[in-house]
């Protein structure tokens, strides 16, 4: 009798759970389904069609990435800002455009530019987003990957000059491809990472390494800070940077074309050295 008293209430609360854990399945699966709706849908909430002019214009997403070619800084929302966004800012303005910024680690924005959550961002012509996307015909922006060295040290004018060399790169860098070649052992190439364009040249500067491979669109604002005596440099290569917009944008060609002709009538190097636009 007892042991059938104990089965009993043994049963009773194997259903109970039993029950618990069909609840939290179903709660599971609800909130699984909810969190992949948002994820599906979290890139179209900032899109818009706004009334302009009688007319209906789709709000643009400038994406850019969390790192780039700039010294970034912090904005009043706590997001790294980039000075290409007062590029956009200003074409959006001219062209009459809604729009508003988000930025993005690499791989997320160039995967957004190919599924169109993201329409609008300045970057390099890269192959990867050319089914995705249209290029505007000419570069808005240059810059030159250099070689800071100090003193008499050999210049390095190549990448098969870093050779067995001591180097310093900037984490989160590819450098277009030549990070493959500095780690591969191959090339005996030293490299010490720096976490920041600043901490890089104050490494050179205390003689960490021989030499530092950064932009030189960040380089100058950081050797304005931190001046080292005798500093020289050498280009190893240059990137182009340009208009790129997604082909599910409403008119893209159409919008291209309007965006070239305002860049020509910009100086843009003056626009990037401003604040506050």
Not at 111 to 121: H, R, V, W
Not at 212 to 229: F, K, M, N
Not at 241 to 269: H, Q, R, W
């Amino acid at each position: 009798m007892l042991l059938s008293i104990c089965k009993f209430k043994n049963n009773k609360s194997i259903n109970r759970l039993d029950r618990m854990d069909h609840w939290i399945c179903n709660q599971t699966r609800r909130f699984v389904v909810i969190i992949s709706f948002l994820l599906m849908f979290s890139g179209l909430a900032f899109a818009q069609n706004v009334k302009i002019a009688g007319e209906d214009v789709t709000e643009i997403e400038y994406g850019y990435p969390d790192q780039s070619i700039f010294i970034a800084t912090i904005n009043d929302k706590g997001q790294p800002d980039s000075p290409m966004t007062r590029l956009a800012e200003v074409l959006m303005e001219r062209a009459g455009i809604p729009w508003h910024a988000m930025p993005y680690p690499a791989r997320r924005l160039f995967d957004n530019l190919k599924n169109g959550n993201t329409n609008f961002s300045i970057l390099v012509r890269a192959s990867s987003l050319k089914d995705f996307c249209i290029f505007s015909k000419k570069p808005v922006y240059s810059t030159k990957l250099n070689v800071y060295h100090i003193g008499d040290k050999p210049p390095i004018k190549s990448k098969e000059d870093l050779v067995g060399k001591e180097i310093i790169t900037i984490r989160g860098y590819s450098y277009g491809g030549l990070l493959k070649f500095i780690s591969d052992p191959a090339n005996k190439i030293d490299n010490e990472v720096a976490s920041r364009h600043k901490a890089a040249f104050e490494m050179l500067k205390n003689n960490r390494a021989d030499y530092v491979i950064d932009y030189a669109s960040a380089a100058i604002d950081i050797l304005a800070e931190i001046p080292i005596r005798d500093i020289r440099s050498n280009p190893i290569n240059q990137l182009d940077i340009f208009l790129i917009l997604s082909k599910s944008y409403p008119d893209a060609d159409k919008l291209m074309i309007k965006l070239e002709g305002i860049v020509e009538t910009l100086n843009v190097n003056d626009i990037l050295k401003k604040k506050g636009i």
